[in-house]
């Protein structure tokens, strides 16, 4: 069964810090795609980043940047300095293809506050 | 382009009350797909429909139920509202159901049962 573990449940970080949030994966398909989104106080899922299993390369966004790792079924996502308006809580999401692609299962989240 | 819209956004029913949600897609949208979030359990799949048709169901009990109508749009209903049931309920629509594309959510319905 797919199973998604953010173990963070909160992180502060002062403005223009560095931080990583985590998120370990578990699924027996060898064909899945990793997600993470951002859910700010509106409410809204903001999607971030989407990577298949077969693709390994750490991305970079701006100031987001992705390290994708199989062999430790890890998918972290760190922000380079850190901003108030990144206050959000984040989540990573797991969706296998075996069947045609099964929903998302979501991690629990990492609720992320900025202090300026 | 509009996005995912909900109504309504707020919602407050009682015990045993039925309730049915909305949700319409982005345009050329023919997925669409609801999500429960509770602080509890977080966010977990209701269901996920495609041109009208169910192409998936979460593990929730039968009084959860929905449909999509030819236009996209979708619908929620979920009757005998237990207090459990309070939760903010997300539809995210995409244009095809393979993961490749890309799920754009709407801002949700806040469901509060008393």
């Known amino acids: ?5 953010q173990a963070q449940t909160e992180i502060s970080v002062v403005e223009k810090e560095d931080v990583t949030l985590d998120c370990v994966y578990e699924t027996r398909d060898t064909t899945y795609y990793l997600f993470w989104y951002k859910q700010p106080p509106s409410g809204e899922l903001v ?13 970079i966004s701006g100031r987001y940047s992705w390290n994708f790792q199989k062999s430790t079924s890890s998918f972290n996502f760190t922000i380079t300095a850190s901003q108030v308006v990144d206050s959000a809580v984040y989540f990573c999401a797991l969706s296998e293809q075996e069947g045609g692609n099964t929903p998302l299962v979501f991690g629990k989240g990492t609720r992320l506050s900025v202090i300026a | 382009k509009a996005g995912v819209t909900q109504t309504p ?3 407050i029913k009682t015990r045993g009350q039925q309730v049915t949600l909305s949700c319409s897609p982005i345009s ?5 797909s609801w999500y429960q ?7 977990q799949f209701l269901f996920e429909y495609f041109s009208e048709t169910q192409r998936n169901k979460g593990n929730f009990p039968g009084r959860f ?4 109508f030819s236009n ?9 509202l237990e207090l459990g049931d309070s939760a903010l309920y997300l539809c995210a629509s995409s244009l095809g159901s393979n993961r490749l594309y890309e799920q754009y959510f709407g801002p949700g319905t806040r469901l509060t049962v008393t």
């Not at chain 1, 069964?1 to 573990?5: G, I």
């Not at chain 2, 050329?28 to 669409?32: A, D, I, K, N, P």
């Not at chain 2, 979030?37 to 966010?43: M, N, R, S, V």
Request: glycine residues 8%.
């Open chain 2, 28 to 32: 050329g949208h023919r997925s669409v």
């Open chain 1, 47 to 59: 999607f971030l980043i989407r990577r298949n299993s077969f693709d390994e390369q750490n991305e």
């Open chain 2, 9 to 11: 956004r707020y919602l």
């Open chain 2, 65 to 68: 139920s929905g449909r999509q």
């Open chain 2, 37 to 43: 979030q509770t602080p509890g359990q977080g966010l």
């Open chain 2, 72 to 80: 996209s749009r979708s619908e929620m209903n979920v009757s005998t």
């Open chain 1, 1 to 5: 069964a797919q199973k998604v573990t």
